[in-house]
């Protein structure tokens, strides 16, 4: 079957930098891509990996092994407002996207 | 960006009515839009696919005949909820990926449809 595993939660202080990991097993492999949801909201798009290798954006990078079904999101100089779910997905080979159950991110002062 | 918009953001019924959603793609043409159902603290889960002028196709679980889904044009798709109960209060959420996504695959989301049946 296909599987994502991440982190229920995780606790962070401010200032600080996080990495949430993910793995998956999947039919076939089309992109991962990481999003943010804040409570009670719709997810928002954060990156896209399809390749091996580090995406950096701004505060926020994502990394990527497609070889070890591995990838996480890096977490620069965490804020208050970055206190969110954070949803690990993957494009399987008929393009549907595989959610995680996301990582809830505490950042405490 | 590109944006999508779901309307009502809330709505609150009685056991048995019907509740229709609205999900629309503001400034790009979307063939293909999704329905997701959201639990409390759980993960999002893909309900059905929604494809214009087509019938959509549902993921293995989802009722089709209590979930009606309409995608009349390109820039709008509809969620009906019939005959709804308690157990289908949730979290409902749609997105679509513009044309031009197609590279990143990068899906926009709506805002979200919280619905209570009472």
């Known amino acids: 079957g296909q599987n994502i595993d991440q982190p229920t939660e995780m606790t962070a202080t401010e200032g600080a930098i996080v990495q949430i990991n993910c793995t998956y097993q999947t039919s076939g492999f089309n992109g991962l891509f990481w999003y943010q949801q804040h409570a009670g909201e719709a997810p928002t798009f954060l990156s896209y990996?399809?390749l091996d290798g580090l995406e950096e954006k701004g505060r926020f990078s994502s990394f990527l092994s497609r070889s070890k079904g591995y990838s996480y999101l890096l977490l620069k100089e965490l804020q208050m407002k970055d206190s969110a779910s954070y949803l690990c997905a993957v494009m399987d080979s008929n393009y549907q996207l595989i959610w995680g159950a996301g990582t809830k991110l505490i950042i405490k002062p | 960006g590109a944006v999508v918009s779901q309307h009502p953001s809330w709505v609150i019924c009685k056991s048995g009515t019907s509740v229709k959603i609205e999900c629309r793609s503001l400034d790009f043409q979307a063939t293909t839009m999704f329905w997701y159902r959201q639990f409390p603290k759980q993960s999002l889960m893909l309900m059905a696919t929604s494809n214009e002028g087509s019938k959509a196709t549902y993921e293995q679980g989802v009722e089709k005949d209590k979930f009606l889904i309409n995608h009349a044009s390109l820039t709008l798709s509809t969620l009906t909820v019939t005959s709804a109960h308690p157990e289908d209060s949730s979290f409902y959420i749609c997105?679509?990926?513009?044309?031009?996504?197609?590279?990143?695959?990068?899906?926009?989301f709506g805002e979200g449809s919280r619905l209570t049946v009472l």
């Open positions: 997105s679509a990926r513009p044309p031009s996504g197609g590279d990143t695959g990068e899906l926009f």
């Open positions: 990996n399809v």
